[in-house]
């Protein structure tokens, strides 16, 4: 069972910064990538970033210059830094692993979920 662990959500004032991070319980294999997404009230779920093994990333295009993600192949690890928070950056952050199973098929993980809220 993939079991990801998340830590760093909290409150922080606007144009401030935090670092979120997430890590899987057991060793994975066939990662094919890992990364954030998020959820505010009222809202569909979102990208954020993700990043593949080799280090490709893509981001959401309204977090693009301000969150930064990065990993840890050997841990299976995630770490998400983002300066300059904005109010519309309040929301539920949750962690994924993405996989490719023995039968072929892709299966997606998701952390708990960490709370990010931004004062005005």
């Known amino acids: 069972q993939v079991q990801l662990v998340e830590s760093g959500g909290g409150l922080v004032q606007a144009g401030g910064s935090l670092r979120l991070s997430c890590a899987a319980t057991?060793?994975?294999?066939?990662?094919?990538?890992m990364g954030w997404y998020r959820q505010a009230p009222g809202k569909q779920r979102e990208l954020v970033a993700t990043?593949?093994?080799?280090?490709?990333?893509n981001y959401g295009d309204s977090v693009k210059g301000r969150f930064t993600i990065s990993g840890d192949n050997a841990k299976d690890a995630v770490y998400l830094l983002m300066n300059s928070l904005k109010p519309d950056d309040t929301a539920v952050y949750y962690c994924?692993?993405?996989?490719?199973?023995?039968?072929?098929?892709?299966?997606?993980?998701w952390g708990q979920g960490t709370q990010v809220t931004v004062s005005s």
């Open positions: 994924s692993l993405e996989r490719r199973g023995t039968d072929g098929y892709l299966d997606v993980y």
């Open positions: 057991t060793r994975i294999f066939g990662v094919t990538d």
């Open positions: 990043i593949t093994p080799g280090g490709i990333t």
